[in-house]
């Protein structure tokens, strides 16, 4: 036990005293800042910035005007909603650029028209031309001649739009007026009660969405890049022929669960300085989201986090070792770190069903899953907490897994680390895990 | 007392035999001698002295038990594979590996400083190993195998890649620690080095032992059948010389193999008589022939 504990607090020493550490430690929030934040903000911000330019080609100027009403409408709903958004992220001081919407209507429904609208929205002129004729309402089809055909929130909003202002004014044509027809369109909220969490201030799913995106981003992360240490600590070890001293001194197994320790805690620091300086950033500026997200952090979220992270690491980090004691340089420890990599994308590729419905059968499996489970039952416990029996089954799980593994890659490396020059080959690992 | 008694040790590596049924033993204060071609199974019998390996049959004595890792602190081992870790500073790895020896750490570290300083390179204690040279990186490698003052030091190839003065630095070291009464077992293949330093030896080749014991009694059955000459004229008349087996002129001197029965005196009236003679010794054979001959022999 002397052996594992100076071993991992040379591991724990020589990696926190380093720079790389520093500069992980420092680079990575923002990584995740720019991974989780950065393509909404990027749609978001395309989408809303400057005045956007439509025609309405129809012959019933009446209809024209519904859509030009509807639209503008929309328009301003979704500029606050940005700003009220902005107000809570952290660019608090930069004021949301104002876009506008502007809307034509035409009552020209030539095919010489179209051609000219079309050109003009070619030429950039025009965003968008919303062709309503006759033809087409009776189609309940209308065609919209745009260059941003992919963009599909933009689409969306426009489509509802259109819907609710043709509906109005088939109304209005009905002998509606104006206040019945509002009655009848008045957006009704659904207002979501977290059953989990429970009375009031509860987690606004939004925010659970986002929250658990950012964790389970960042659970990844770390598996990856603590296994990848550990893998890369082998390697060096047996590159630098250390190996060879050490063994006549301690035993692999204790170097393994040395070095696995060590890289270990190194994750916990790492963690631990994120969240403290996380905690002083939001008390310090009144995090204007803070009341949602509390009702979203909860204990038992956080201790999770951690028994996760932990059940993940060890399993993972046991392979990379394995991985790292079989190769000889660093491109044979890419190429066969592949292996071991394959598993954990796996599991992100389940985080996004198991975020939207938690109790899917491909949630169910990939929290059962021992390789997938770490990431996936996480998932879960943070959107919608399972049964019990569930966790624990998934827990025991993933340690029996573990104890086999640290079986069986502790095999592999012993062999593995006394091995130089060729890299082996399936059959030869086999054999190594059949010596006595 | 034995330090370290081999028993019918056996090691395969698939259908590879690397070490053969092999038996000897090193008396405790001796300097041993483990020599063999490359690739004759020596560092994979002494991996199997310090359980880096576990012999296939046999059985191994470590310091007058059955092995036991416990033991492991009382041996110092410098492997021929040298290494360190390359971003460690020498104090701080010198003190790490005699912590995992046994030491505490404060005792380690003083241990570290005063060898350093013995073997004149305490000013280097601060710096990363990856900022020393090939010959102080082996000298950082041989403190560690001493740091914790083993009574069984195991050296394979101690002096590859070392300078004269720093060879006998460590040879002066080794020599020291042998008048303490320490087991020094030599890995090598360079015979010279060995021959000058070890009381016992033993020759293997395929994983077999072909010569083992005392140096004295290994060399005595090749006799002192070996003249060195040095002399100014002609060395014409060793040519075809029923007298000489063989020669071998270096310039300076002729080393001589002297024909069965062939007596020296009579070599020597024959060269007085054509040169002049500055030097004329009868020798024993070196152990690089016996060596050259016994392996020769046996991969025959």
Request: proline residues 4%.
């Amino acid at each position: 036990m002397r052996n594992v504990f100076l071993i991992a607090k040379r591991e724990y020493l020589e990696r926190v005293r380093s720079k790389s550490f520093l500069i992980m430690t420092l680079l990575i929030p923002f990584l995740m800042a720019a991974l989780t934040l950065g393509p909404g903000l990027l749609a978001m911000r395309l989408m809303k910035q400057g005045t956007k330019h439509f025609v309405v080609v129809t012959s019933r100027p009446s209809v024209g005007e519904a859509i030009k009403a509807r639209l503008t409408e929309t328009q301003e709903r979704e500029t606050k909603k940005a700003t009220e958004l902005k107000a809570n992220s952290m660019e608090r001081s930069e004021s949301t650029p104002s876009s506008q919407v502007t809307v034509d209507v035409d009552t020209n429904t030539s095919t010489d028209e179209r051609a000219a609208l079309t050109v003009k929205v070619r030429n950039k002129e025009l965003d968008g031309v919303i062709w309503a004729t006759d033809d087409a309402l009776a189609a309940n089809k209308l065609p919209y001649i745009t260059l941003d055909v992919s963009s599909f929130i933009q689409t969306t909003i426009l489509q509802e739009s259109v819907s609710e202002a043709l509906h109005r004014e088939s109304l209005r044509t009905k002998g509606l007026n104006t206040t019945e027809i509002d009655a009848v369109f008045k957006r009704v909220e659904l207002d979501p009660q977290n059953a989990k969490a429970g009375g009031p201030g509860a987690a606004n799913p939004q925010v659970t969405f986002i929250a658990s995106f950012v964790m389970v981003m960042i659970l990844y992360i770390s598996l990856l890049l603590y296994g990848i240490n550990v893998m890369r600590s082998v390697l060096e070890e047996k590159t630098s022929r250390i190996m060879e001293v050490m063994l006549s001194i301690a035993k692999p197994k204790e170097m393994m669960a040395g070095k696995i320790l060590g890289v270990g805690s190194v994750g916990l620091t790492q963690f631990a300085i994120w969240g403290a300086t996380a905690s002083v950033f939001t008390g310090a500026s009144a995090f204007a989201a803070r009341d949602q997200l509390k009702g979203f952090f909860s204990p038992m979220l956080l201790i999770s986090f951690a028994v996760f992270f932990l059940l993940g690491y060890a399993l993972y980090s046991t392979m990379y070792a394995a991985v790292g004691a079989m190769v000889n340089s660093e491109q044979e420890a890419q190429q066969a770190s592949f292996l071991v990599i394959m598993p954990i994308v796996a599991a992100i590729a389940m985080a996004f069903p198991a975020l939207q419905s938690p109790n899917s059968a491909v949630a169910f499996w990939g929290s059962m899953v021992p390789f997938t489970s770490p990431i996936v039952m996480f998932i879960r416990i943070a959107v919608q907490q399972p049964p019990w029996w569930q966790i624990g089954l998934s827990i025991a799980i993933n340690l029996a897994t573990t104890y086999g593994l640290v079986l069986l890659c502790a095999r592999i490396y012993r062999v593995g680390v006394l091995m130089y020059g060729k890299k082996p080959t399936l059959p030869e690992i086999i054999k190594w895990l059949r010596y006595s | 007392m034995n330090t370290i008694e081999l028993n019918k040790v056996r090691k395969t590596y698939d259908h590879f035999v690397a070490v053969d049924d092999l038996s000897f033993n090193i008396e405790q204060g001796a300097v041993f001698g483990l020599l063999g071609p490359n690739g004759a199974g020596k560092t994979s019998t002494i991996r199997m002295m310090i359980g880096i390996t576990a012999p296939d049959s046999g059985s191994i004595n470590l310091l007058g038990k059955p092995f036991d890792r416990k033991s492991l602190h009382k041996v110092g081992y410098l492997p021929e594979e040298r290494g360190l870790y390359k971003k460690m500073k020498i104090g701080d790895q010198l003190t790490f590996l005699g912590e995992l020896h046994g030491l505490e750490k404060n005792v380690a570290r003083q241990k570290a400083i005063s060898w350093c300083e013995r073997l004149e390179i305490a000013d280097w204690l601060p710096k990363k190993v990856e900022e020393l040279s090939k010959g102080m990186q082996q000298k950082i490698q041989f403190i560690a195998a001493l740091l914790h003052d083993p009574d069984f030091i195991i050296m394979d190839e101690p002096f590859f890649g070392l300078d004269p003065v720093n060879a006998g630095l460590l040879k002066d070291v080794l020599l020291d620690l042998k008048k303490q009464g320490k087991t020094i077992l030599f890995s090598s293949h360079r015979m010279d080095q060995v021959e000058k330093l070890c009381d016992a030896i033993c020759l293997i080749n395929h994983g077999k032992p072909v010569l083992a014991g005392n140096l004295k009694d290994v060399k005595a059955p090749y006799g002192k059948n070996n003249v060195q000459i040095e002399y100014e004229g002609d060395g014409a008349f060793l040519d075809h010389n029923p007298l000489v087996k063989a020669y071998n002129n270096y310039g300076n001197y002729v080393e001589v193999k002297l024909a069965p029965g062939a007596d020296a005196q009579e070599l020597l009236r024959q060269v007085a008589a054509r040169s002049r003679v500055t030097r004329f010794e009868v020798m024993e054979p070196s152990l690089e022939e016996i060596f050259i001959e016994v392996v020769g022999k046996t991969n025959a």
